[in-house]
């Protein structure tokens, strides 16, 4: 269906026509309305912020590079922000509301305790905010609400009172209780925000790089899709319908949406209905009880080196994944991929468990853990994009243009049907 710049302009999107993803024709209008550069960080809350940034350390290669807990001053919350190249998670957790909090330090401005604990309670373990850093925060934050974003929270300038330097933080509503968070850096040098205290470890990384893409989960795509365009500018990517997913037992249609340098890629599900099970996107909005995040997409250089680390780890800490597809699979793997791999790395992505896409532009080679924490909602995608190379204008340098490869919709239907049997694992319809 595509935006184009009188839909930003106007009302939205209006009645979402999805055309499938063969049908679909993709371009780039170049729409947003604010400076946008890349993702920036990603913030889970959760009940134990101590234990929880430990796991995800261990099972996906990610050193601690800040903290902001009682050692720092602040008697409100702890937060500990682990990384690998560009790719920064931070977990935050509250303490006990009868702590005097009197003087405290927070690098978090607005944070409430009650927000917290209320959040943990309807979704477990899940992210908070989507972390993006713009060229001015307080513009984007400015021109998101004059365009109907809800504000979360106004701008603010953040200090940066150890080394020097500013950021500045403002957030709006994504969706659900998720927020986009916008961050500028104003001569700040740090990993996460000002006023956390940057922590010296020894490094530690898989080979992840970079937040590729971020997934939410809503009940009705056509609003989330207006409210998110209008007020960002994004355009409209790629689409997905439930005739892409090519399985009787799930539902759902899909829309990614991308900024102008196609570096923020956000897609989003709604669930379809009428199939003979109940659509995996709708499990997630009542185990989630109500819109939120996904999955997050994680690229890496070496697929095959990274996976043979978390594997590892699977049991032992670490992550588990979702059950491979058949051995047909990857058998027929060769005939469509066979220019682009070699054999051995057919037989690694059979070992190791990779499914293997391609679109116009490239290849992507995907795999998905189980969900992360005990409820059947978010869960993480690692990735691999193959070729669609091209030389930076500003740089000259050779960077790779953004979603190349895809999102794995060949992959659809033998994603879901693992999906499928897992969830049939937890109703008791099919024993583990």
Aim: with cysteine.
């Amino acid at each position: 269906m595509g935006l184009d710049k009188a839909d930003h302009e106007g009302s939205g999107i209006g009645a979402l026509r999805l055309v499938g993803c063969e049908r679909f024709v993709r371009s780039n209008p170049k729409t947003d309305r604010f400076g946008v550069q890349r993702f920036h960080h990603i913030e889970f809350w959760c009940g134990d912020a101590s234990n929880t940034w430990r796991r995800f350390s261990w099972g996906l290669g990610m050193h601690l590079v800040a903290k902001s807990d009682q050692t720092t001053g602040n008697q409100t919350y702890c937060s500990y922000a682990v990384q690998s190249n560009e790719l920064v998670f931070a977990f935050t957790a509250p303490y006990s509301s009868k702590i005097d909090q009197t003087g405290t330090k927070m690098p978090h401005p607005g944070y409430r305790s009650e927000d917290a604990r209320s959040f943990i309670e309807s979704h477990g373990l899940a992210v908070r905010a989507v972390g993006i850093l713009v060229d001015d925060a307080d513009e984007a934050h400015r021109v998101s609400v004059e365009n109907g974003a809800v504000s979360v929270l106004e701008p603010h300038v953040l200090n940066d009172d150890a080394k020097g330097g500013k950021m500045v933080m403002a957030e709006v509503k994504l969706y659900g209780d998720v927020v986009l968070r916008y961050v500028s850096k104003h001569g700040y040098k740090g990993p996460m925000l000002p006023n956390y205290e940057e922590v010296e470890s020894l490094p530690l990384t898989y080979g992840l790089v970079r937040l590729d893409h971020a997934v939410g989960n809503v009940h009705k795509l056509a609003e989330a899709v207006n409210y998110i365009s209008k007020f960002s500018g994004f355009h409209e990517f790629a689409e997905f319908t439930a005739d892409d997913v090519g399985t009787t037992e799930s539902g759902l249609n899909s829309m990614v949406l991308a900024s102008n340098n196609e570096m923020i890629l956000l897609p989003i599900n709604e669930p379809t209905f009428g199939t003979k099970r109940k659509s995996q996107i709708q499990t997630y909005l009542e185990h989630n009880e109500g819109p939120g995040l996904q999955h997050l997409a994680l690229i890496c250089d070496d697929i095959f080196s990274t996976l043979r680390e978390m594997r590892t780890r699977t049991h032992i800490g670490g992550f588990d994944f979702m059950p491979k597809p058949p051995p047909t699979y990857y058998k027929n793997l060769a005939s469509r991929v066979g220019s682009i791999l070699s054999d051995e790395q057919i037989k690694e992505c059979d070992e190791l468990g990779i499914l293997v896409d391609k679109d116009d532009q490239g290849v992507l080679l995907q795999i998905f853990t189980k969900p992360l924490g005990d409820r059947p909602t978010i869960f993480i995608e690692i990735i691999q994009r193959v070729g669609c190379m091209e030389k930076e204008e500003s740089t000259g340098r050779e960077v790779q243009k953004g979603g190349c490869g895809g999102f794995g919709k060949g992959n659809f239907s033998e994603l879901f049907k693992s999906i499928e049997e897992y969830e049939k694992t937890l109703d008791g319809t099919l024993k583990a």
